[in-house]
């Protein structure tokens, strides 16, 4: 049944993310009337920049893959027409991750072969343990990419055929894959330390869900010029260009519903704003616990969203510093540092409560920005973002306080606690450091819920066991017709991920199929190094990553 109020647009989006602007550049491509909806005063979500003092910080984007000839993320932008207003920088292909684990040095150098062969080097007795694994979780990613998403009832009946080694292998913890193949603890540790990049502690994540990650980053990766928040800008000048619109500090506070369907939004200054298509940017516990009136829920969608448990949060330390990074040791290369080769400990950290009593982080992430973009400053100063896991319970007490108004002094004297423990950790990658900074800033759990209303300021949307991975995550066309979901809750996380989510929820809503999406001409990814002993031209990036293969 047709609405009887006046149509506002042909379709809305609620946020600003990564997944919410390809929805709508998706559907603006192909002749709607959009209009995106954010609560924030910057667009972008986790994938926005931001500036203090004159730095620049991109608090959730430090690396991106399938940038190279091929690539997933490279096809989506150049064919949803965004390409041309993007550049890249590789980041050192040589150690685009460098794990620092109790004194131990490993560096993962882009492509499968080196890295089988730099593994082999530092572990020669694991050699076959070592070809074992990598082929194990790179033919799960394979078919991670082949077979997913599956739409049809047919194609996700028939996923364990199509998927026999993820069927075999990849429902079973990391940890236990892992040591299924390799027996050096320190190993273990070099293997699943990036599991900070999906937030699931290795005894608990799924091993597709880090044969994805790995997959992914196979070939290195990439930093985008200007940070994050150049590809936000890139999508909405496509959007604006095609007859969209954007409107910021507009927080919705309803869906509305009528029947069965979905009609419009109302904001939270009151106007109602009429469209047959609603695409939702927010998490489940958003969408359905907040935007949605619980009469318009069905009762199983309502018992899911209540059992809902959500990724882990963050610390975040935002510095600028006075000092020659590169000189101290650092690269464009991104640092992950523990204290022990139990890669655990930072998860098991990340559920304390008592953080006055917690000690020194166990384990961080360090990214150096002007690094992996030369083209961000020139007067000496470097910006470095390094991250450390939170659970939201901990600082769940000051939220409605810290939210409006002055934040209370005990939340104040943690956070700067906090600030002293991470600057001891990062003091122990880059020796020094604390006498060179020149600004710091720490964002907790609560900054993550303010800035991106994500529920318990989650990294990564929903908690990526198996009952939220893949086919069974939280379905991007709902049980409400003209309403779809996307983000990290729904196919995947991941600038890929949430990516694609929109994609699938314009193709949904369009009824199309996803090739028809992406249809643009002439575009391109520029992509430089970032690495001055390397080519200060344009790369060929496919060229360069097929000879180190």
């Not at 990650?213 to 290195?220: A, Q, R, S």
């Amino acid at each position: 049944m047709a609405s009887p109020h006046t149509k506002d647009f042909d379709a809305v989006v609620i946020g600003s993310g990564a997944g919410g602007l390809s929805a709508a550049l998706a559907l603006a491509t192909a002749g709607l009337k959009v209009g995106v909806f954010e609560q924030h005063f910057l667009p972008g979500g986790y994938s926005q920049g931001f500036t203090r003092e004159g730095y620049t910080f991109s608090p959730g984007v430090h690396y991106i893959g399938g940038l190279g000839e091929g690539g997933n993320l490279r096809r989506i932008y150049e064919g949803l027409g965004v390409a041309n207003d993007l550049t890249f920088f590789e980041i050192n292909p040589d150690g685009y991750d460098c794990a620092t684990i109790g004194g131990y040095r490993f560096d993962f150098p882009a492509g499968r072969e080196r890295l089988i062969a730099a593994l082999e080097r530092a572990f020669p007795g694991e050699a076959a343990g070592i070809k074992s694994y990598i082929d194990v979780v790179l033919r799960i990613s394979d078919e991670i990419g082949r077979c997913l998403p599956a739409r049809s009832l047919r194609e996700k009946l028939t996923l364990p055929v199509r998927m026999p080694t993820l069927s075999r292998h990849g429902l079973r913890p990391l940890g236990k894959t892992v040591a299924k193949y390799v027996d050096d603890p320190m190993l273990r540790a070099v293997l699943t330390i990036q599991s900070g990049d999906h937030g699931m502690a290795p005894s608990r994540a799924p091993t597709a869900l880090h044969a994805a990650l790995v997959g992914y980053y196979i070939d290195g990766g990439c930093y985008p010029k200007g940070g994050a928040g150049s590809i936000a800008a890139a999508f909405i000048k496509g959007l604006n260009a095609r007859g969209g619109s954007i409107e910021l500090k507009a927080k919705v506070e309803e869906i509305l519903v009528e029947g069965r369907r979905a009609v419009g939004i109302r904001l939270a200054d009151g106007r109602d704003v009429y469209a047959p298509i609603v695409v939702s940017n927010a998490d489940p516990g958003v969408t359905w616990g907040e935007l949605v009136r619980a009469e318009h829920v069905s009762r199983r969608l309502r018992r899911r969203v209540a059992r809902t448990k959500y990724c882990v949060s963050t610390v975040s330390l935002f510095l600028a510093v006075d000092m020659d990074l590169r000189a101290a040791g650092l690269d464009s290369g991104n640092r992950w540092f523990s204290r022990t080769p139990d890669i655990d400990a930072a998860y098991d950290y990340a559920r304390r409560t008592d953080l006055w009593e917690a000690g020194d982080i166990p384990a961080l992430f360090l990214s150096a920005t002007t690094l992996k973009d030369p083209t961000l400053r020139h007067d000496g100063i470097h910006t470095i973002e390094a991250i450390s896991l939170a659970g939201y319970e901990a600082f769940g007490q000051w939220e409605s306080r810290a939210s409006g108004g002055l934040a209370p002094q005990d939340y104040v004297r943690l956070k700067s606690v906090l600030k002293e423990r991470m600057l001891d950790a990062v003091g122990e990658i880059v020796s020094g450091v604390r006498e060179r900074v020149v600004f710091a800033e720490l964002g907790t759990p609560l900054t993550n819920k303010r800035i991106v209303n994500a529920s318990g300021g989650a990294m990564y949307g929903t908690e990526k066991s198996l009952g939220n991975l893949g086919p069974l995550s939280f379905a991007v066309k709902s049980e409400i017709e003209g309403l779809f979901q996307c983000g990290a809750s729904t196919l995947s996380a991941g600038v890929l991920g949430v990516t694609t989510s929109g994609l699938v929820a314009a193709q949904e809503a369009l009824g199309c199929d996803y090739d028809d999406l992406l249809t643009a001409k002439g575009q391109s990814v520029r992509i430089y190094s970032s690495e001055p002993d390397r080519d200060s031209g344009e790369s060929d990036l496919s060229n360069r990553r097929a000879n180190r293969r």
